[in-house]
C-alpha cells in the first residue's frame, strides 16, 4: 500500500527557514491535489496550503507570504518552503495528496505520518 513520506522538518529558530518534502513510499504514476496540514497539541488539524491539479493554490492567511507551496511532476514530489518561521508554526506537518498507482487505476486520498517542525530559541 502507498502512502507519502514526509521530510524536511527539525528545530529552527524564529526567522528561519525549512523546506519540507512529500513524496510516495512506492513508484507512482502521478501525485494531484498536493496538500500540506499541521496540528498541535493546542489545536485541530489545519490545512497549511494546498496546490490544486490546474496549479492554482491555497493558503492559510497565517501563513500567507510566508509559505510557498510547489510540486515536481517529473518525481511525483510536493514541497512546502517556509520562511520567517514563528514559534505558532510549531507543529506537525502532514502532506496529503491524490494517489493514482497506474495509469488507468483510481486515485486514492493518501496521507503521510508527519515530520515534526519545532520554532524556538
Known amino acids: 500500500q502507498v502512502s507519502l513520506v514526509e521530510s524536511g522538518g527539525g528545530l529552527v529558530q524564529p526567522g528561519g527557514s525549512l523546506r519540507l518534502s512529500c513524496a510516495a513510499s512506492l513508484r507512482i504514476f502521478s501525485m494531484k491535489n498536493v496538500a500540506w496540514y499541521r496540528q498541535s497539541p493546542e489545536t485541530q488539524r489545519e490545512l497549511v496550503a494546498q496546490?490544486?491539479?490546474?496549479?492554482?493554490?491555497n493558503y492559510a492567511d497565517s501563513v500567507k507570504g510566508r509559505f510557498t507551496i510547489s510540486r515536481n511532476n517529473v518525481n511525483n514530489t510536493g514541497y512546502l518552503q517556509m520562511n520567517n518561521l514563528k514559534p505558532d508554526d510549531t507543529a506537525v506537518y502532514y502532506c496529503?495528496?491524490?494517489?493514482?498507482?497506474?495509469?488507468?487505476?483510481?486515485?486514492?486520498?493518501?496521507w503521510g505520518q508527519g515530520t515534526q517542525v519545532t520554532v524556538s530559541s
Open positions: 496546490m490544486l491539479d490546474n496549479g492554482d493554490s
Open positions: 496529503n495528496a491524490q494517489i493514482r498507482r497506474t495509469s488507468l487505476g483510481p486515485a486514492y486520498d493518501t
